[in-house]
Nanobody, 124 residues
Framework: QVQLVESGGGLVQAGGSLRLSCAGS????????VAWFRQAPGKEREFVAA????????VYRDSLEGRFTVSRDNAQKTLYLQMNSLRPEDTAVYFC?????????????????WGQGTQVTVSS
């Protein structure tokens, strides 16, 4: 079992950058696939990016157009999401998720553990 705590959200102007962090509670963090999802007001939670447990595979939402980068530091038990060239449509609560020995999957149901989320607001 793992607990996940997101941080790094905030208010930023369009075109700006933010880096989100997700701290895991388990020493076996390296054995988990990890992912970012986001949920805008009134919308379904959607996939953003994921890294498989082996670290060799990363997957991104197609519409991001290369603006976001996902990475992990297993020694620090932390997942990151670097977000550049932010747009107002990126405004959402961002959640991290984890699944033991999972792949870089894009479905919510593929992840058993979730954080509480961090708010990202991009002003125009």
């Amino acid at each position: 079992q793992v607990q996940l705590v997101e941080s790094g959200g905030g208010l930023v102007q369009a075109g700006g950058s933010l880096r989100l962090s997700c701290a895991g509670s388990t020493r076996t963090f390296s054995r988990y696939a990890v992912a970012w999802f986001r949920q805008a007001p009134g919308k379904e939670r959607e996939f953003v990016a994921a890294i498989g447990w082996s670290g060799g595979t990363t997957v991104y939402r197609d519409s991001l157009e290369g603006r976001f980068t996902v990475s992990r530091d297993n020694a620090q038990k932390t997942l990151y999401l670097q977000m550049n060239s932010l747009r107002p449509e990126d405004t959402a609560v961002y959640f991290c998720a984890a699944e033991p020995y999972g792949g870089a999957n894009t479905r919510r149901d593929d992840y058993r553990y979730w954080g509480q989320g961090t708010q990202v607001t991009v002003s125009s």
